[in-house]
């Protein structure tokens, strides 16, 4: 089964920072663009940052200057570097990848997301 799972969450205080991480699990074949989307309380889900596969990136201009996003292709792993956190960050965070798998006797490639890990800064 064909998963993203998400940790590195937690309770922090104003200014302090955080590193989320995000693993896809199961047979990938390909792991294409990664990206962060976050959804606050009463807040639709918006985008924070994504990278290609061959690392460039891109950030909203909430994000930019104190987040970093990162991935590790051997790892299959992604990386958001959070600083400066704010109340307003204050969110479930979640991964996004596009990802071509193995389903049966094919290939699929699809958006598949993480579960979510929540970011809470107090205030």
């Known amino acids: 089964q064909v998963q993203l799972v998400e940790s590195g969450g937690g309770l922090v205080q104003p200014g302090g920072s955080l590193r989320l991480s995000c693993a896809a699990e199961?047979?990938?074949?390909?792991?294409?663009?990664m990206a962060w989307f976050r959804q606050g309380p009463g807040n639709s889900r918006e985008l924070v940052a994504r990278?290609?596969?061959?690392?460039?990136?891109n950030y909203t201009d909430s994000a930019k200057g104190r987040f970093t996003i990162a991935r590790d292709n051997e790892k299959r792993t992604m990386y958001l570097q959070v600083n400066s956190l704010k109340p307003e960050d204050t969110a479930v965070y979640y991964c996004?990848?596009?990802?071509?798998?193995?389903?049966?006797?094919?290939?699929?490639?699809?958006?598949?997301w993480g579960q979510g890990t929540q970011v809470t800064v107090l205030s």
């Open positions: 990278i290609s596969k061959d690392g460039v990136k």
């Open positions: 996004n990848a596009l990802m071509k798998v193995e389903t049966g006797w094919s290939l699929r490639t699809a958006h598949y």
């Open positions: 199961g047979i990938i074949e390909s792991i294409y663009d």
